[in-house]
């Protein structure tokens, strides 16, 4: 259920704050509900019109043991999967009177697969497997330190952990070290990599560790607020190979005015994703279909 339509093209439409228990500091997500009938020309546009980082549209499932069916759109294409779009959109079907098969959890389905979302505290999703993970191969790993304007001394560890996106993870010595890195935007080329950083004083104004997210599509390049699915990348290979502790909340977006959280666990060998996630806007959007 994603709530009855109000009109001739008329569809509900939520606008949630991800990774922030107050709204307005984490990363926003639109919504689209019953999006059944609308094209791809359609979703594609929507997603570029709010130009927002991600857009999702949800649809009754094809798989019997999800509760939903989420296509996550950017402004420049679809995703298989998204972190902050997956607690997002849980929130916003279970806002709209979405009754999850199981009470203490939602099962998304989305191109990647099905995803678990726990429901408690806060949501968080079950991390899903890297699609691919190991060593980054030596000439791009050359052109990321580029990109990055970073010596290479100050990089403890760098590892693909593409969980869908395409993301590269880089480890640097300390929190303040991610914080001051200044991108060099004319050569992120197609890069899609996060760093992140412990704070020397685990707990600093409520975070253990910093992170940061670039993304560059050949044309345009960014930072993005708070990333669910970076992160999970993140814990998979730092928690899994035992130089972050398997419990940690990490800082995000404070180079981008923004000052997200993102709840870590590694529970029974499983990583857990999760954030306080917020309904800043609801009401309908008109779109053809």
Same mark, same amino acid.
């Given at each position: 259920?994603?709530?009855?339509?109000?009109?001739?093209?008329?569809?509900?439409?939520?606008?949630?704050?991800?990774?922030?228990?107050?709204?307005?500091?984490?990363?926003?997500?639109?919504?689209?509900?019953?999006?059944?009938?609308?094209?791809?020309?359609?979703?594609?546009?929507?997603?570029?019109?709010?130009?927002?980082?991600?857009?999702?549209?949800?649809?009754?499932?094809?798989?019997?043991?999800?509760?939903?069916?989420?296509?996550?759109?950017?402004? @420049?294409?679809?995703?298989?999967?998204?972190?902050?779009?997956?607690?997002?959109?849980?929130?916003?079907?279970?806002?709209? @009177?979405?009754?999850?098969?199981?009470?203490?959890?939602?099962?998304?389905?989305?191109?990647? @697969?099905?995803?678990?979302?726990?429901?408690?505290?806060?949501?968080?999703?079950?991390?899903?497997?890297?699609?691919?993970?190991?060593?980054?191969?030596?000439?791009?790993?050359?052109?990321?330190?580029?990109?990055?304007?970073?010596?290479?001394?100050?990089?403890?560890?760098?590892?693909?952990?593409?969980?869908?996106?395409?993301?590269?993870?880089?480890? *640097?010595?300390?929190?303040?070290?991610? *914080?001051?890195?200044?991108?060099?935007?004319?050569?992120?080329?197609? *890069?899609?990599?996060?760093?992140?950083?412990? /704070?020397?004083?685990?707990?600093?104004?409520?975070?253990?560790?910093?992170?940061?997210?670039?993304?560059?599509?050949?044309?345009?390049?960014?930072?993005?607020?708070?990333?669910?699915?970076?992160?999970?990348?993140?814990?998979?290979?730092?928690?899994?190979?035992?130089? *972050?502790?398997?419990?940690?909340?990490?800082?995000?977006?404070?180079?981008?005015?923004?000052?997200?959280?993102?709840?870590?666990?590694?529970?029974? @060998?499983?990583? /857990?994703?999760?954030?306080?996630?917020?309904?800043?806007?609801?009401?309908?959007?008109?779109?053809?279909?």
């Amino acid at each position: 259920m994603t709530g009855p339509r109000t009109g001739a093209g008329q569809r509900r439409f939520s606008q949630v704050d991800v990774f922030s228990a107050h709204g307005l500091r984490g990363n926003p997500l639109a919504v689209v509900h019953d999006a059944d009938g609308l094209d791809e020309e359609t979703l594609a546009q929507f997603a570029r019109w709010t130009n927002l980082s991600e857009t999702t549209f949800l649809l009754p499932p094809t798989d019997p043991a999800a509760d939903y069916r989420v296509r996550i759109f950017t402004t @420049g294409g679809e995703l298989p999967f998204a972190g902050h779009p997956t607690l997002g959109s849980a929130h916003a079907w279970l806002e709209a @009177g979405g009754t999850p098969g199981r009470p203490d959890v939602v099962v998304q389905e989305c191109g990647l @697969g099905l995803v678990t979302v726990r429901r408690g505290e806060r949501l968080a999703f079950a991390a899903p497997p890297l699609i691919r993970a190991g060593d980054v191969e030596p000439a791009r790993a050359r052109e990321i330190l580029a990109a990055l304007d970073l010596d290479p001394a100050r990089v403890r560890g760098m590892a693909w952990i593409d969980n869908g996106p395409g993301w590269i993870g880089l480890e *640097l010595a300390s929190a303040e070290e991610v *914080l001051a890195v200044e991108p060099v935007p004319a050569l992120a080329g197609l *890069l899609k990599v996060g760093l992140v950083g412990r /704070w020397a004083d685990p707990g600093t104004a409520g975070k253990d560790v910093e992170v940061r997210a670039f993304y560059g599509d050949g044309t345009d390049f960014g930072e993005d607020p708070v990333t669910g699915s970076l992160n999970a990348g993140l814990a998979q290979w730092l928690v899994g190979s035992g130089r *972050l502790p398997d419990r940690y909340v990490a800082g995000q977006g404070v180079r981008r005015h923004r000052d997200g959280r993102v709840h870590v666990e590694r529970r029974d @060998g499983q990583v /857990w994703v999760g954030g306080d996630t917020v309904t800043t806007v609801s009401g309908t959007v008109r779109l053809p279909g």
